[in-house]
């Protein structure tokens, strides 16, 4: 079945870049997403990317995608304090739900 | 102003109880998801529905049920026979139809059962 993998982790100092990696399973999907939950809220769509893309660039947020090895990965530039959250992978696998990761957590240390 | 509402934002039940937890949207979307939420375990999927007075079973379904007798709303009844029910639920929906079939999701009930 699909399964998408993240790490639950990861620290960063404010400034600096941080990037959230994440491995998928369904070479079909034809959207990948970010999303985003601050605590005790929803989740907030971040970007998508296409599948036919490599990359995808939004402001501060890079998307870059390595279909071969079905490896996504998010870029955040200058990473602020208010990018503190938990940062949710997601593939599409067709005309049924999207498929979650586990979520990583971004901490920034002032 | 277009999205999804769950209500209430916070639940406190006995033990023993049945509970229902609210789900609209005025988003026009045809499909619905309700999703469990624990420290560690990401998202797990209870429920989905994607057409009115049709649904399907997630992941984790025991313990739970759901009807879909409107397409605005999807209401959630967590049983006594859920064993550990304290949890964050989202509710989400989308337009399966849509060039992306992004979910769009509520602002979630966190649910404590006593």
């Known amino acids: 079945g699909e399964d998408v993998e993240q790490s639950l982790f990861l620290s960063v100092r404010e400034g600096d870049s941080s990037v959230i990696n994440c491995t998928y399973t369904d070479s079909s999907s034809t959207y990948l997403y970010w999303y985003k939950q601050e605590p005790g809220a929803g989740l907030q769509l971040l970007t998508y990317?296409?599948?036919?893309?490599d990359m995808k660039q939004d402001q501060r947020l890079t998307v870059l995608l390595n279909k071969k090895d079905k490896h996504l990965s998010l870029r955040i530039a200058d990473t602020q304090t208010g990018d503190s959250a938990i940062y949710f992978c997601a593939e599409n696998p067709g005309n049924t739900p999207l498929v979650f990761g586990k979520g990583t957590r971004l901490s920034v240390i002032a | 102003d277009g999205g999804i509402t769950q209500s209430p934002k916070y639940l406190f039940r006995k033990e023993g109880q049945n509970v229902t937890l609210s789900c609209e949207q005025n988003l026009n979307h045809d499909a619905m998801y309700w999703y469990r939420q624990d420290p560690g375990q990401g998202l797990r999927l209870i429920y989905y529905s994607q057409i009115v007075n049709d649904f399907q079973k997630g992941d984790i379904a025991e313990g739970y049920s759901v009807s879909r007798e409107k397409k605005e709303s999807f209401p959630l009844t967590v049983t006594s026979a859920q064993k550990n029910p304290t949890a964050f639920y989202l509710c989400?929906?989308?337009?399966?139809?849509?060039?992306?079939?992004?979910?769009?999701f509520g602002p979630g009930t966190r649910l404590t059962v006593l």
């Open positions: 989400a929906s989308s337009n399966p139809g849509s060039s992306y079939n992004e979910q769009f």
């Open positions: 990317i296409f599948s036919n893309m």
